[in-house]
């Protein structure tokens, strides 16, 4: 997924780094993302609740890219422009057993598409991506229409 927005990123011009903030409810997975993609192994156990930045060397077309990544934490006390200013790629996940967490990731596009409009020049890119398809195959647990 990450690698996709990189090849993407490439078609633009050559960046040297790349922030990439990770937001959504809690609980929809967003560490284990992050965890995955910096060990490339879904592992069980590790520390959510902190938010934290961690960085990854890239290589695109032998070009090297520094990929931060920001695992934010769902939190109404916290400003949203931590990441809204901060961010060349905003990856909205949701829990596609959850339809709450859906109507959050709603809201938060929302909120990044008139953060866009209104303050900010730089040029976004923003992905939706639905989490825990393994638990909507195996216990029949989906979003109605
Ligand atoms: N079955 C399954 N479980 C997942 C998947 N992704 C995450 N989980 C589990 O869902 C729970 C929440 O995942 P987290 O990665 O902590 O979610 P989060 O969005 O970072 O949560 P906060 O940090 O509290 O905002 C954990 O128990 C994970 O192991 C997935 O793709 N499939």
Redesign the pocket.
Known sequence: MLASLLMNQEASVSPTEMHVA?I????????????KYLTKR???E?S????DTYCRQESINQMPLMVWLM????SAERDPMRYLSWADVFVV?Y?TTSRLSFQVAEQLLQQIASHEHSLCTRDHKTMLLG?????ERYSGKKLAN
Not at 48 to 51: A, H
Request: overall charge negative; glycine content about 10%.
């Open positions: 990770l959504g409810m809690k609980n929809s997975g967003k560490s284990a993302i992050a965890v879904f592992l069980g590790y959510s609740d902190l938010e695992d934010t934490v769902d996940i829990d989490n825990k398809i393994d638990l």
